[in-house]
């Protein structure tokens, strides 16, 4: 095969986008009223501010609006299927992506549907997704991650919390980044975090949780090393599944001391850490914000570089894969917008985070018009008849800081 031809039928992301709620709340803030020292938050976690959804937005709106900027390249009709990714869906049977399907306008012969295990849901609907565009080049396959992370006020978990989306479009026309063919997966049955369907929180074994994190990375990453022939030297920067940004330290080192190496190279990593340090764990979309913090924020040109990937979803199952930096990959990415996204980011009192972390949609399905905040284009107008209604949001809506709390009792 000529290099023109193996150009052609690499497969990887043509298009990506990102959304974060329009509110957080800093984690010393969060530590001051918990009464923990401010440095096990910043230092011990490694977590700044944490986002967080206003009553207004749940998986669908997030992952509309992400969806909406990596379809801005990308002609709609092309859509051949939707996935959806999520841990935190709405619907017991209806896939999230139907409701986004509608949201984005999408054509009605595109598939759409969700898939889930825990924070890999992701990682599984690329798989699916470079499977079925590798059957049919001229497929594109829009992936929507999107997720808001809860563990319940006062927890050890509360400040691992977050929320956020990740969209992108693979195609055979990649122009961000081309996947490498070969992978490493571990599946294992372990309870270490999980949500039973009565539990809107998150249950977790925290500390196990990372023991078997860094187990699974262990496992997967032998098999792809061993399938692949790639070495440590052969990955230039790293991405990991981001539950908090202290959780890639630690993998890192323990990937390089299986690699024979004595200390890890923390430049490897940290570009890649920026974005969900600010935002928190968004479960499913985090290892791929993770990956566009790192191409978005790096100054130095990545093109032809290889990036190590390691996806985790408790349960569990985990997934090592890579990818190779694409040349014009830069023109694609919008790391301006991104300023301007976490710039103008309204902060919660921690007052303000406990009312809308408690705002509850009523369970007996009676009518409920949704109070309006912050949102991106899309937000959840209420609902009527055990159905949620989503509309198109007017931009004007501004809710400020000290009344947000206020206007969520009001409408309780
Ligand atoms: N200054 C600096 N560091 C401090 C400190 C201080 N004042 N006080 C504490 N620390 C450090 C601790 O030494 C510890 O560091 P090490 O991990 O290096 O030992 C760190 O802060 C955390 O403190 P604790 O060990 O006391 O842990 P905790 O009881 O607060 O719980 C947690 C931490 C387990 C991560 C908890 O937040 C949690 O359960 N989070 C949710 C689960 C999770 O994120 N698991 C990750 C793997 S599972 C996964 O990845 C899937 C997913 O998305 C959930």
New binding site residues.
């Given amino acids: 095969m000529n290099e023109q031809m193996q150009a052609e039928t690499r497969v990887g992301i043509e298009a990506l986008g990102l959304y974060v709620p329009r509110y957080y709340v800093s984690l010393n803030e969060l530590a001051a009223v918990r009464g923990v020292?401010p440095?096990?938050f910043a230092?011990?976690?490694g977590q700044e501010l944490m986002a967080v959804p206003a009553p207004d937005e749940d998986v669908v709106t997030l992952g509309a609006n992400a969806a909406l900027e990596a379809l801005e390249q990308v002609d709609r009709s092309q859509i051949d299927t939707l996935i959806f990714a999520t841990e935190s869906g709405v619907d017991q049977s209806k896939a999230a992506a139907i409701y986004t399907h509608h949201l984005l306008d999408l054509p009605r012969r595109c598939k759409s549907f969700e898939v889930k295990q825990?924070?890999c849901g992701s990682t599984a609907a690329l798989q699916m997704a470079l499977a079925m565009v590798a059957q049919k080049p001229t497929r594109k396959v829009l992936i929507i991650a999107a997720d808001v992370a809860r563990?319940g006020l006062g927890t050890?978990?509360e400040?691992?919390q977050g929320a956020g989306a990740l969209a992108m479009v693979v195609s055979s026309q990649p122009r961000i980044m081309a996947f490498d063919s070969e992978w490493g997966s571990y599946t294992e049955d372990v309870m270490?975090?999980w949500r039973p369907n009565y539990l809107d929180e998150a249950v977790?074994d925290?500390?196990y949780?990372?023991k078997v994190?860094l187990k699974a990375l262990a496992e997967s990453w032998a098999q792809y090393a061993e399938e692949s022939g790639f070495d440590h030297a052969d990955h230039s920067r790293f991405c990991y599944?981001l539950?908090?940004t202290r959780?890639a330290e630690k993998a890192h080192r323990q990937l390089a001391k299986l690699n024979g190496l004595e200390v890890s190279d923390d430049t490897q990593i940290e570009e890649g850490l920026r974005y969900n340090r600010i935002i928190g764990?968004s479960?499913t979309a985090s290892l791929y914000i993770g990956l566009t913090s790192l191409l978005e924020g790096t100054t130095e040109d990545l093109t032809g570089h290889r990036v190590g990937m390691f996806s985790?979803g408790?349960g569990c199952m985990a997934a090592y894969f890579s990818g190779v930096v694409l040349p014009g990959y830069r023109t694609h990415l919008r790391p301006n917008r991104r300023v301007e996204q976490f710039e103008t980011r309204v902060p919660l009192t921690v007052e303000a985070y406990e009312a809308f972390y408690q705002h509850e949609l009523p369970r007996d399905g009676s009518r409920y018009l949704t109070p309006q905040h912050e949102t991106g284009h899309f937000r959840l107008s209420g609902v009527q008849d055990h159905k949620r209604l989503y509309e198109r949001a007017s931009r004007s809506a501004k809710a400020a800081p000290a009344h947000a709390a206020q206007d969520v009792a009001l409408a309780g």
């Fill in positions: 020292d440095n096990k230092v011990g976690i825990a924070c563990y050890a978990g400040p691992t270490d975090f977790v925290g500390k949780s990372i994190y599944h539950p908090f959780m764990n479960y985790y408790s």
